[in-house]
């Protein structure tokens, strides 16, 4: 059986401050990448791939972003962006460099954020997976228990 969400109060929290986290980022680049600044021609031109790889990129980016903000399909929106973000990483790492134009290593922290954020949600929504979720294991939190260990029952205020 399959759930939209996390099944423990705990982790839902976690996830959407993670998916936030993921889906501002990658919402914040589609300005540059859709508008053609410099800085974007620069990178997809050095990678061999402008115009279309940066337009690619940011309708895929785009994708994920709302798939992130849609609890029933965060879980993939989160697998689609750390494939991008594991394509930007590399990207750096082979051809471009970790400072790209004396941004500071900026573009290449934001790509870690999202892709940490990324796995992060994939992890606590991993029950949500098709086929593979019921395998990886389900999201429960630990019920509070007493010293002793044993479940601690809640009173009825009535």
Request: aromatic share 8%.
């Amino acid at each position: 059986m399959m759930t939209s969400r996390p099944s423990c109060p705990v982790h839902r929290g976690v996830s959407w401050f993670f998916q936030a986290v993921a889906a501002v980022i990658l919402l914040q680049t589609l300005f540059f990448k859709f508008s053609g600044s410099a800085e974007s021609k620069f990178i997809f031109e050095t990678l061999g791939v402008e115009p279309w790889g940066r337009v690619g990129t940011g309708m895929a980016e785009l994708v994920a972003s709302i798939l992130l903000l849609w609890p029933r399909h965060a879980v993939f929106g989160a697998i689609l962006a750390a494939g991008l973000m594991g394509g930007a990483i590399t990207s750096h790492l082979t051809k471009l460099g970790i400072v790209v134009r004396d941004d500071g290593g900026l573009l290449f922290a934001l790509a870690v954020t999202v892709l940490a954020s990324s796995a992060t949600v994939v992890w606590l929504r991993r029950g949500e997976l098709p086929v593979f979720g019921t395998r990886l294991g389900a999201n429960h939190c630990k019920k509070p228990s007493g010293s002793d260990g044993t479940p601690v029952r809640k009173e009825n205020a009535s």
